[in-house]
């Protein structure tokens, strides 16, 4: 008759940390690589620096300059125009004129965000425009002023 021989128990003790630490990190490191990242940021098509140059008529062009003092500018006004007032202003200039190109420049010791926040008061009047059933071409041109 065979003996059967008691086995012997592992306890949690005997298992060793450091090997449990080395496959945390190699399965943190899979997942990482095998995740796919939705791609966020401005959803607008940036002109290359070797684009074509093309006139276009001032009647078709909207700027709006953020100052120094974070105050906003259309057209070269003398007067700011404040920044809840803007929506209002560009959405009724894209229902004026379908071929609007809209230059948002700003200076480069504007408040940080400032030039952020007149690109989503346009952002909204597209938004409203959409909302009315009233397509637009988005046409957003980004620059910042050079200082002398």
Do not use: C
Request: hydrophobic letters at 45%.
């Amino acid at each position: 008759m065979a003996k059967f021989r008691k086995r012997s128990r592992i306890t949690a003790d005997m298992v060793g940390e450091s090997s449990m630490s080395d496959v945390a990190f190699l399965l943190l490191i899979f997942f990482i690589v095998s995740t796919s990242f939705p791609e966020i940021g401005l959803p607008m098509i940036l002109p290359s620096k070797a684009g074509d140059v093309q006139q276009v008529k001032r009647d078709n062009v909207m700027q709006i300059v953020t100052a120094r003092s974070g105050a906003y500018f259309i057209d070269i006004d003398t007067e700011p125009t404040l920044l809840s007032e803007l929506r209002g202003i560009v959405r009724q200039r894209l229902m004026d004129n379908e071929n609007l190109i809209l230059s948002l420049e700003t200076h480069p010791d504007a408040p940080y965000g400032s030039m952020i926040n007149a690109l989503d008061e346009v952002t909204l009047a597209y938004d409203e425009l959409s909302a009315a059933n009233i397509t637009r071409e988005h046409r957003i041109s980004l620059k910042m002023l050079e200082t002398e």
